[in-house]
């Protein structure tokens, strides 16, 4: 397997698409977020905002926007309480929780949401995209080929040293660190023009790892809130979390072929 690459075959527009692929997710949020009401804003809606604006972060780093990714990164972290109390019910739904703790986590919802609309979290997210969310610099084929690369690297270096700290000790802090830049390699590897059989499935893994990381993450707020707020299945929570530390820690440690990948080198 090798890394994403722009090849000569494949870099002719590959500025102009990923400027074109820009404008697509700016347009996708910006609609979105016009569906937000007053009263609520869907789980559905919240998922699809914070996940296109973490690609748009994505591909912005990828064209050399850092400051523009960094924008674009803490809209997405507007929303990430909202979108852990709503899938925390959806959780609670799926165990067969008493209807009073999913009643609780509704009333939690609607004042999370009603306190976003108050600071104008949603204006502020879109004005944010009107303002920031596209690249500003025309960039040649030749230099996206060289930043995909030095990325690739840089991404690498970072991989191997939160391997070596997961390996001493597997902190909540470090995988989540991992997950995150997970995420933005995969992003960036579906945007670039090659699209190989080896690319996919590069991203196929990643996205699973992020799955078991992800769904420890969740549950390790969910164990919290659940003796917090004295919730009737916190002891199944804290189950699920155990289980789900346990299988995240596992696909940590089986990730280390990622680097050579990145680098340019066939995974072992």
């Known amino acids: 397997m090798t890394s994403p690459q722009l090849t000569d ?17 700016q347009a996708t949020i910006l609609t979105l977020l016009r569906q937000v009401t007053q ?43 909202l979108r852990a109390l709503q899938v925390f019910r ?23 949401h009603r306190r976003l609309v108050q600071v104008d979290a949603y ?21 996206l080929r060289q930043r995909a690369k030095d990325l690739r690297h840089t991404q690498a270096d970072a991989l191997q040293v939160l391997f070596v700290h997961i390996a001493e ?7 989540h660190a991992l997950r995150l830049l997970l995420k933005t390699i995969r992003y960036q590897a ?16 990643l996205r699973q790892a992020q799955t078991s990381l992800g769904r ?24 699920d979390w155990k289980r789900a530390r346990t299988k995240a820690r596992a696909a940590a440690t089986e990730l280390t072929w990622l680097v050579d990948i990145l680098r340019g080198g066939a995974a072992d």
């Open 9 to 25: 075959t494949g870099a002719t527009g590959a500025t102009q698409a990923l400027l074109e692929r820009a404008r697509s997710y």
């Open 39 to 81: 009263k609520s804003c869907p789980a559905k809606t919240v998922h699809a905002i914070r996940t296109h604006c973490r690609r748009l972060q994505a591909l912005l780093e990828l064209s050399g926007e850092e400051e523009r990714a960094a924008v674009m990164a803490k809209s997405v972290r507007r929303l990430s309480k």
């Open 90 to 112: 959806q959780y609670l739904e799926k165990i067969d929780t008493p209807r009073a703790d999913v009643v609780q986590i509704d009333a939690r919802i609607e004042r999370r």
């Open 123 to 143: 204006r502020k997210i879109a004005q944010a995209l009107q303002q920031q969310g596209l690249p500003q610099e025309h960039r040649s084929e030749a230099w």
């Open 169 to 175: 000790k597997p902190r909540r802090k470090r995988l």
């Open 190 to 205: 579906e945007a670039l023009p090659d699209q190989s059989a080896e690319t996919q499935e590069m991203v196929t893994k």
């Open 216 to 239: 420890y993450e969740e549950l390790a707020d969910f164990a919290r809130w659940g003796k917090r707020w004295e919730l009737k299945r916190s002891l199944r929570i804290k189950r």
